[in-house]
């Protein structure tokens, strides 16, 4: 199995930029389809983004399309998620999720078995 650590979160202006950073240990991370989900104040967990495993494949939640973009670097076993333009809304604690499903593109959250612990983002206004 994998372990995932997520980094990079923090305080940030609306308007700002921040990058997050999901390390994997354990197995590869190339063995993953991998994804990006975020759970606000009272509100339930959603998806974000997801990437194949050889990241030639993406896709993005309507709420961060244009904004947000992942990327995987496997050589580093590291899945990023670069947020631009960020908004009061997007403040929550986001969380990498690694996949098997061929269907880890929909963001199904069922289908991810492996979570990291998640880091805060809060965007200011």
């Known amino acids: 199995q994998v372990q995932l650590a997520e980094s990079g979160g923090g305080l940030v202006q609306a308007g700002g930029s921040l990058r997050l950073s999901c390390a994997a240990s354990g197995r590869p991370a190339s063995s993953y389809h991998m994804g990006w989900f975020r759970q606000a104040p009272g509100k339930e967990r959603e998806f974000i983004a997801a990437?194949?495993?050889?990241?030639?494949?993406?896709n993005y939640a309507d709420s961060v399309k244009g904004r947000f973009t992942i990327s995987r670097d496997n050589a580093k076993n590291t899945v990023y998620l670069q947020m631009s333009s960020l908004k009061p809304e997007d403040t929550a604690v986001y969380c990498c999720?690694?996949?098997?499903?061929?269907?880890?593109?929909?963001?199904?959250?069922?289908?991810?078995?492996?979570w990291g612990q998640g880091t805060q983002v809060t965007v200011s206004s």
């Open positions: 990437i194949s495993w050889s990241g030639g494949v993406t």
């Open positions: 999720a690694a996949s098997s499903s061929a269907n880890y593109y929909y963001g199904r959250q069922g289908l991810y078995a492996y």
